[in-house]
Structures are given as structure tokens and as C-alpha cells.
């Protein structure tokens, strides 16, 4: 009879309050739960940096490397939809000829795209 009931107790009292008596009274370390989501959140952060942070890193180089190639002479298309040839460049600002006699000046970062590029007197349309 004793029997039967040192094992229902036994089976009724749940592990970590048996680990805590067999080790003298001491709580058992239970794991943390920062242990177990730290490589998921370090796995987000990297992926976030791989698909959002370094193409946009790398389409504002090649912007910044446009902007600063531009030349009298290259077609060009703003931001606001305006096509013209440029006539003058200065360090923030572009005059483009978008009609006979007409010139309009914007500021660089206005310019969208590069329709085609004259080097030495000759055009080259970009691909």
C-alpha cells in the first residue's frame, strides 16, 4: 500500500520541484528565452540588410556616380518628366535647352536619367 502511494506522489509532482529537492533545495536553471531567440532576431537583421539596406546603398552610388558624369552636351531627363539637352553645369545646378531659345535651370538632383551621352563631340545613346 505504502508503495502505491510513494508512486502516485511521485507521479504526481512535477519535475523541476523534484530536481529542487534533489539538489538540496537549490531551483533549477531554467534556459533563457533571449538565448533562443537571439540567432532569430540576428538572422532577421541580416536578411533586412541584404534585401532592403545594400540594393538601396547601391542604386544611390550609381545616382551619385550619374550626377557627377553629366557633361554639356549629354540628353537628359528630369524628375518631373522635362527632356533637354544641357547647356551649362554648375556644382548644384543644370541649365537644360528644352526648346529653341529656351532654357530652363533646375537643380542636379532634378535629373532622372541620361537618354544619351556626348563625348568628344559625338552622341552616344545609353543602353
Known sequence: M???LFAQTQEA????????????GAPS??????TSMLPM??????????????????????????????QKGDKV???????GTIVDISEDKVTLRVDDKVEIDFIKGAVAQVVSRTSGGETQKKK
Do not use: D
Open 29 to 34: 536553471a531554467t534556459p533563457s528565452p533571449w
Open 2 to 4: 505504502w508503495r502505491f
Open 77 to 83: 531627363i528630369t524628375s518631373g518628366g522635362m527632356y
Open 13 to 24: 509532482v512535477p519535475p523541476e520541484v523534484s530536481n529542487t529537492a534533489q539538489n538540496g
Open 41 to 70: 532576431i540576428l538572422a532577421f537583421i541580416a536578411i533586412m540588410y541584404f534585401l532592403m539596406i545594400r540594393p538601396q546603398q547601391k542604386r544611390e552610388k550609381e545616382r551619385r556616380e550619374m550626377l557627377n558624369s553629366l
